[in-house]
């Protein structure tokens, strides 16, 4: 879909040229592309400022259909989220108006404070990202995704990016995948159903699948995760996906553990209406372990990646769990049910235990759309992270700048443990306090994670949006992957 040309505009037919256009600085070194920003700029309404957009129909001299300028405001507020940001906004303006192709005037960074790469990888990442359409539950498909985006570009520059067209269509594909896991309604993403989802979208060289159903759970003891279970009749699944690099030993092992109830009611507990309703998106943290998984086997680490999915429905029923049932986790520790609506921690702490036991990895990461409380704490937009060690969690914040996937560190203070602590077992699975809930809940799984280097990402805010933005449609949106392909490129 992304291509990199070097392209003429004096000499070639252009259907429609997208410009991003700095409101104090200019950033295109090509002199067709300066004389139509003269052109844009002797409008009044139309100054490069943040957010401003102007279309022009066969400018003078030009072959070109229709040129259409973003503004982005001043050259030193100008990052990577500006590109992505304008080329998402571009590709939505071609998916609305029924296109097939554009272009996108590739800026240069001599005068902005980010470099050529940054510059190139924002666009196609903004590009591919804001290219999808979900309308597989609509009758009528009213609306086509783009296909071609054309960045412009010397010579020298379509020799040096052309191989990072690959990385990005690779990554941001993954993500889309999570996202239309994510959106699909949860009547077709039972549990073994979305087992059987993950699997078939695996079948990749370098990846290796193995789905473990209840009778394998029940033998293991995997008790807090069944017990999560029991009130569906759509029975449990543990998912693995393997990657381990072809022909040389691996430097380390890591281990992704992906939060997936696939509807979540509550259980009991039942989640009341203006909560319950985009239930579906809790198994965001699974589709975004899945869709990591997809990219790596594109990205080729030396180290082995192994991601770890529980996925259960949680349901009330006649053989649901209670609260004040008390539980036995893998680990051996027992677990007071004191919310059934605290469930995601129970079939992680089971899906982390084993998977220590299993692969003894470096390091582990988590990511799950636990807590209510995280979002109060960071919004919407921002996915709290929790570690037991400090430069991961430095790390992984780094990460989410680079992608703008956005995380804020937490902390995990030893004293909050005395509120999980319970008269009748090992642990109540809520805290004794009705703050801090997400600290809590982090500190209820450092409890089955021993010496491991781990790091939990809750992603609660940021999994899910009500409105479409720049790059994202409505819905789910695959909020972790490229995060966490970022961090695994750092390993």
């Not at 990646?305 to 053989?319: C, K």
């Not at 680990?331 to 692969?359: F, H, P, V």
Request: aromatic fraction near 6%; glycine fraction near 10%.
């Amino acid at each position: 879909m992304i291509e990199i040309k070097t392209v003429n505009l004096k000499r070639a037919k252009v259907n429609t040229l997208v410009v991003p256009v700095c409101e104090d600085q200019d950033i295109h070194t090509d002199s067709s592309v300066a004389s139509l920003i003269d052109m844009a700029k002797a409008y009044d309404e139309f100054n490069g400022k943040k957010g401003e957009t102007l279309t022009l129909f066969q400018p003078d001299g030009t072959q070109i259909v229709r040129a259409l300028f973003f503004g982005l405001g001043n050259a030193e507020k100008i990052n990577a989220e500006s590109f992505r940001c304008v080329a998402g906004k571009a590709v939505g303006f071609g998916i609305k108006t029924g296109l097939a192709a554009l272009t996108i005037a590739t800026p240069s960074a001599a005068n902005l404070l980010i470099d050529a790469q940054t510059i190139f990888k924002a666009l196609m990442e903004g590009a591919v990202l804001g290219n999808h359409v979900f309308d597989h539950y609509k009758e009528k498909k009213e609306k086509k995704a783009l296909k071609q985006v054309v960045l412009m570009a010397t010579a020298a520059q379509k020799k040096a990016y052309s191989g990072l067209a690959k990385t990005v269509a690779a990554v941001c594909g993954a993500s889309i995948t999570a996202r239309q896991w994510i959106s699909t309604p949860s009547n077709d993403k039972q549990p073994d159903t979305f087992a059987q989802m993950i699997k078939h979208a695996s079948t990749l060289p370098g990846l290796k699948t193995t789905i473990m159903d209840e009778r394998w759970l029940e033998k293991q003891k995997f008790g807090a995760m069944l017990a999560v279970g029991q009130g569906s009749s759509a029975s449990p699944r543990l998912v693995i996906v393997e990657y381990a690099p072809k022909g040389k030993k691996a430097r380390q092992t890591v281990v992704l553990v992906g939060k997936g109830v696939t509807f979540d009611s509550g259980g009991i507990n039942l989640k009341p209406s203006g909560s319950i309703e985009t239930m579906k998106m809790d198994m965001s943290g699974a589709a975004a372990v899945a869709g990591t998984m997809l990219a790596v086997a594109a990205l080729k680490p030396d180290i082995k990646v192994v991601g770890v999915m529980p996925l259960v429905e949680n349901m009330p029923s006649g053989t649901a769990i209670r609260p004040g049932d008390i539980v036995r986790s893998f680990a051996g520790k027992t677990i007071e049910i004191g919310n059934t609506d605290a469930e995601g921690r129970l079939i992680l702490i089971d899906a982390m235990a084993w998977a220590i036991k299993k692969y003894k990895p470096d390091t582990m990461i988590d990511l799950a759309t636990l807590t209510g409380a995280c979002m109060i704490a960071l919004g919407e937009k921002i996915a709290g992270v929790f570690s037991n060690d400090q430069q991961l969690a430095e790390r992984i914040v780094a990460s989410g700048e680079a992608t703008h996937e956005r995380c804020w560190s937490l902390p995990l203070p030893e004293d909050y443990k005395e509120l999980l602590k319970n008269d009748f077992a090992d642990l109540n699975n809520m805290s004794s306090s009705r703050y801090g809930g997400a600290i809590t809940a982090a500190l209820f799984l450092s409890e089955f994670v021993g010496d491991t280097r781990w790091a939990h990402i809750d992603i609660a805010g940021p999994a899910w949006i009500k409105k479409a933005s720049d790059y994202c449609g409505a819905g789910g949106t695959g909020f972790g992957v490229r995060l966490l392909c970022d961090w695994i490129g750092g390993v």
